[in-house]
């Protein structure tokens, strides 16, 4: 079955990074974009950005442009978010999540598969 | 600050009908089509309605949802107990260069 395995929790000081992985598994990595998805505790859901497993490209929210990176290795299907100069507001779920379409045309997207989550927590 | 407006919270009665209401913008609402994701107690979000009114196969028909102008609407109907969640309207926003915006998700709870 389609599904999305994410690493498991770390913990992390102040200042450091983290490079959470998500592997893909019953389908064509390559076909699908993925998406992360923060969600703080007690808060709401915060997009960060998105690869093409195909060709590598990215696009990230501009509240995280510079310290995150996505990355993907396709050997092994699996995507990767790293998160640089971690603060306490870092704290979070993180998220990886398929963009899913329509077959039909037109296509509609949507984040059909979700992984089940990594918690980050950044502390001193 | 969510780009989306959302209540933070709904309620009802078991076998009522409630509605979330979602609005936002001419750069998401207004020109890109609107998903609903469900987030359970404790679990990963999970898709519920998506181009504005389409139900993925496995959810129930009491779930559906509409869109006018640049706000979106959730709607479930036969209120039960296990639909007591968070959930949370997205779309693409187009000022944003394509970026997806959420809705700071409404909390239902079933009295």
């Known amino acids: 079955q389609v599904q999305l395995v994410q690493s498991g929790a770390e913990v992390k000081k102040p200042g450091a990074s983290v490079k959470v992985s998500c592997k893909a598994s019953?389908?064509?990595?390559?076909?699908?974009?993925m998406h992360w998805v923060r969600q703080a505790p007690g808060q709401g859901l915060e997009w960060m950005g998105r690869?093409?497993?195909?060709?590598?490209?990215?696009n990230y929210a501009q509240k995280f442009q510079g310290r995150v990176t996505m990355t993907r290795d396709t050997s092994i299907s699996t995507a990767y978010m790293e998160l640089s100069r971690l603060r306490s507001d870092d704290t979070a779920v993180y998220y990886c999540a398929r963009l899913g379409y329509s077959s039909s045309f037109p296509h509609y997207y949507y984040m059909d598969v979700w992984g089940k989550g990594t918690t980050v927590t950044v502390s001193s | 600050q969510s780009v989306l407006t959302q209540p933070p919270s709904a309620s009802g009665t078991p076998g009522q009908r409630v509605t979330i209401s979602c609005s936002g913008s001419?750069?998401?609402?207004?020109?890109?089509?609107v998903n609903w994701y469900q987030q359970l107690p404790g679990t990963a979000p999970k898709l519920l309605i998506y181009?504005?009114?389409q139900r993925p196969s496995g959810v129930p028909d009491r779930f559906s949802g509409s869109k006018s102008g640049t706000s979106a609407s959730l709607a479930i109907s036969g209120l039960q107990s296990e639909d007591e969640a968070d959930y949370y309207c997205a779309a693409w926003d187009d000022s944003l260069n394509g970026h997806v915006v959420f809705g700071g998700g409404t909390k239902l709870t079933v009295l």
């Open positions: 690869i093409n497993p195909n060709s590598g490209g990215t």
């Open positions: 181009s504005n009114n």
């Open positions: 019953g389908y064509t990595f390559t076909g699908y974009y």
């Open positions: 001419s750069s998401n609402i207004g020109s890109n089509t």
